[in-house]
């Protein structure tokens, strides 16, 4: 099965072209909203509700482009397993995605303390921020550094 999609992706330039493209749509889409986002949470005055139902709505969205992303870097990492599984930047990467990930949970958590008005959950939600902020730009460069070693 892996060698028919490495097949196809290798000769069909329009799956090539496909896959990268949900790829970075997904990163634009969802590391976009979760930067804008994190940015006018780090702006907001503490206990802001109206920046609480933002940072709520923008989740699914997050969400769904991370699934594009996953989906889509897992077409690339099968298209090229020789390469990938041996490339410290590619574990790098991975690494940092799960950071995100377990980040996302952190925020997760964070909205909850400050919906509830809990006195940390602001400076945990801006920390959470700031770590998103980060992680998104660091798995860009890593992701940019990529194809280049």
Known sequence: MI???KELYSNSAVWRSLVLFAHIGGIVIGGGC?????RLTLLAS???AQQLRIIGGIHRLV??????IAASGLLMLFADLETFLVSKVFWTKM???VMLLVNGLRMLRAEQAARAG???GWA???GASITSLVLWLVIAF????LPNV
């Open 34 to 38: 979760a930067i804008a986002t994190d």
């Open 95 to 97: 690494f940092f995605v």
């Open 124 to 126: 945990r939600l801006r």
């Open 46 to 48: 503490p206990n802001d």
């Open 142 to 145: 890593l992701g940019s550094v």
């Open 118 to 120: 809990l006195p940390t």
């Open 3 to 5: 060698d028919a999609w």
């Open 63 to 68: 969400v769904t482009a991370i699934v594009f």
